[in-house]
């Protein structure tokens, strides 16, 4: 099963931030983490990688450097910022809120059919 795209829309930047905060990091290494800790359920663009990157040096959240050529290819290595360190503990908050929210939102015990029957549960579609 792949993740839908668009319940991880809007966590691009919460996600890179999470990974550069444990080390820099480069395009490559971090889509391929994604990738992994996704058992490859989830693979990002590079349109959107770097989008996202470009979103995050501008909002001052990470900056970038060069790294070593000694050891192959140049490579534009990211690090977070004390401000993108900021906004990924808030952008966890809100995660975390958001996620019990929808919790309390779809439980099933919450739901009750008013005496009707719903036999359209167990169908996939609409």
């Known amino acids: 099963m792949s993740i839908a795209s668009d319940l991880i829309r809007g966590n691009t930047d919460m ?3 999470a990974h550069l905060s444990r080390h820099d990091s480069y395009g490559y290494e971090i889509n ?4 992994q800790a996704s058992n ?3 693979e990002l663009k590079e349109a ?10 501008e909002a001052g959240c990470i900056m ?3 790294g070593d050529e000694s050891t192959g290819a140049r490579r534009r290595y990211y690090r977070i910022t004390p401000s993108g360190r900021v906004a ?3 952008s966890l ?3 975390g809120e958001a996620k019990d929210i929808i919790d309390t939102l779809i439980q ?3 739901h009750t059919d008013g005496g009707e029957n719903h036999d359209r549960e167990n169908s996939s579609t609409c």
Do not use: H, S, V
Request: hydrophobic share 45%; no cysteine; aromatic share 18%.
């Open 15 to 17: 996600i890179i931030l």
């Open 32 to 35: 391929k983490m994604i990738q």
């Open 40 to 42: 490859r359920r989830l």
């Open 48 to 57: 959107t990688l770097y989008g996202a990157f470009r979103r995050l040096e």
């Open 64 to 66: 970038f450097y060069w």
């Open 88 to 90: 990924l503990e808030q």
């Open 93 to 95: 908050r809100d995660w």
């Open 108 to 110: 099933k015990d919450n």
